[in-house]
């Protein structure tokens, strides 16, 4: 292996941080990944060993007001059939995933303005009360700061809003004009200062997407350091104006979550739906390259395929026992496990 890349390699690993230049080196020079991925693994397993997180994931709504392009789901797909759960069908997800092992529930959705800050806030409040064991975390878009706060003041824990990419330039490609780069930014920052278990990412080969962009996506995420991060390749839709374009590579993806877990040590990482979606065996290799947590699916069978980002997403046939037991054996076939915790981030721990 070439010794400046492993000179790279080491200085990350040692909490250094990159130049942009030394990035786009790391990331786009092909080179034998067997050091960088024993490394990224050799720092999972000391902070969390081979336990494996598991979170239930819930798919409250696709009605969305966004148009995100790259999205399935977005406002101008007139091809999906919208759903959204009610209030006793998502706490009956909960009970069943509470029964399964889950203690961390993901509410993730569109932007449906049917979820107003009211409803959630109950929502939040009803499971914290009936499970105080367990964590909630909420995916459902950009707020203003005080939807935020009230939204943790009822009890949620963490949040999940991917930035998709720290290039101004790149945001405007990928999003319609009314889509704002500095306001996603300041929902991070607002997420952060009120208290959340933060989580943030990005799609690995999204349509415009240069090794410049990447390396501006782990310098912000270096500074950021969230308490979780979600990348998946980008998979194309075909409802969607990206229809045509590639799919992002398993190799690519699982290059940046290795490098991930060097630049954010004690991060969670998931080994994403997506990932599993352009390989069979892909998210078992994420967790083979550090990744140390994954999402089975609660939503209700009748919606699952409704909830769709891109094509050909899996587990939209299972029921959620069908998931769960399904993840377990893949975890086990790479020598980690499945434990049933909240599962909370070392980060500032
Ligand atoms: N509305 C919430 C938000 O904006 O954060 C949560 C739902 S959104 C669908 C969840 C994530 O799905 C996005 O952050 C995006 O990165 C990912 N996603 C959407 N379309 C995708 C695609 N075509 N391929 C891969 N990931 C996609
Ligand atoms: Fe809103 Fe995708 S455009 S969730």
């Given at each position: 292996m070439d010794i400046q890349i492993k000179d790279l390699i080491d200085r990350l690993a040692d909490g250094h941080s990159l130049s942009i230049d030394e990035w786009i080196r790391l990331i786009e020079e092909k080179y034998d990944t067997t050091y960088l991925y024993e490394k990224a693994v050799a720092v999972r397993e000391k902070y969390y060993g081979k336990e494996v997180f598991i979170r239930g994931l819930i798919e409250i709504s696709n009605y969305c007001k966004n148009n995100c392009t790259y999205c399935g789901i977005r406002r101008d797909n007139n091809a999906v059939d919208r759903y959204r759960l009610t209030d006793d069908l998502i706490l009956e997800c909960v009970d069943n995933g509470y029964d399964l092992g889950f203690r961390t529930f993901v509410l993730q959705g569109g932007e449906?303005?049917?979820?107003d800050t009211n409803r959630v806030e109950a929502l939040v409040k009803t499971i914290k009360s009936k499970y105080s064991d367990c964590a909630v975390t909420l995916s459902l878009g950009e707020k203003d700061y005080d939807d935020y706060l009230r939204w943790f003041e009822a009890g949620a824990d963490r949040y999940l809003l991917r930035?998709?990419?720290?290039?101004c330039d790149h945001y405007a490609k990928l999003h319609p004009k009314e889509m704002d780069f500095y306001n996603r930014m300041r929902c991070l920052q607002d997420l952060m200062k009120i208290g959340y278990q933060v989580g943030c990412g990005f799609m690995v080969g999204s349509p415009y997407q240069t090794t410049e962009c990447l390396a501006k996506d782990m310098q912000f995420i270096q500074n950021f350091n969230p308490h979780m991060i979600g990348i998946g390749p980008f998979i194309s839709h075909k409802d969607t104006p990206f229809s045509e374009f590639e799919n992002g590579t398993l190799e690519m993806t699982l290059k940046m979550i290795a490098l991930l877990r060097l630049t954010c040590r004690k991060a969670l990482i998931p080994a994403t739906t997506a990932l599993g979606t352009v390989a069979p065996d892909g998210r078992e290799r994420g967790l083979m390259v550090g990744a140390n947590v994954v999402m089975p699916n609660l939503s209700p069978t009748n919606v699952r395929d409704k909830?769709?980002?891109?094509?050909?997403?899996?587990?939209?046939?299972?029921e959620a026992a069908e998931c769960v037991n399904c993840l377990k054996r893949r975890v086990e076939s790479v020598g980690y496990k499945i434990v049933v915790s909240r599962g909370d981030s070392k980060v500032n721990g």
């Amino acid at each position: 292996m070439d010794i400046q890349i492993k000179d790279l390699i080491d200085r990350l690993a040692d909490g250094h941080s990159l130049s942009i230049d030394e990035w786009i080196r790391l990331i786009e020079e092909k080179y034998d990944t067997t050091y960088l991925y024993e490394k990224a693994v050799a720092v999972r397993e000391k902070y969390y060993g081979k336990e494996v997180f598991i979170r239930g994931l819930i798919e409250i709504s696709n009605y969305c007001k966004n148009n995100c392009t790259y999205c399935g789901i977005r406002r101008d797909n007139n091809a999906v059939d919208r759903y959204r759960l009610t209030d006793d069908l998502i706490l009956e997800c909960v009970d069943n995933g509470y029964d399964l092992g889950f203690r961390t529930f993901v509410l993730q959705g569109g932007e449906d303005l049917s979820f107003d800050t009211n409803r959630v806030e109950a929502l939040v409040k009803t499971i914290k009360s009936k499970y105080s064991d367990c964590a909630v975390t909420l995916s459902l878009g950009e707020k203003d700061y005080d939807d935020y706060l009230r939204w943790f003041e009822a009890g949620a824990d963490r949040y999940l809003l991917r930035h998709e990419t720290a290039d101004c330039d790149h945001y405007a490609k990928l999003h319609p004009k009314e889509m704002d780069f500095y306001n996603r930014m300041r929902c991070l920052q607002d997420l952060m200062k009120i208290g959340y278990q933060v989580g943030c990412g990005f799609m690995v080969g999204s349509p415009y997407q240069t090794t410049e962009c990447l390396a501006k996506d782990m310098q912000f995420i270096q500074n950021f350091n969230p308490h979780m991060i979600g990348i998946g390749p980008f998979i194309s839709h075909k409802d969607t104006p990206f229809s045509e374009f590639e799919n992002g590579t398993l190799e690519m993806t699982l290059k940046m979550i290795a490098l991930l877990r060097l630049t954010c040590r004690k991060a969670l990482i998931p080994a994403t739906t997506a990932l599993g979606t352009v390989a069979p065996d892909g998210r078992e290799r994420g967790l083979m390259v550090g990744a140390n947590v994954v999402m089975p699916n609660l939503s209700p069978t009748n919606v699952r395929d409704k909830y769709s980002l891109y094509d050909n997403k899996i587990c939209t046939g299972e029921e959620a026992a069908e998931c769960v037991n399904c993840l377990k054996r893949r975890v086990e076939s790479v020598g980690y496990k499945i434990v049933v915790s909240r599962g909370d981030s070392k980060v500032n721990g």
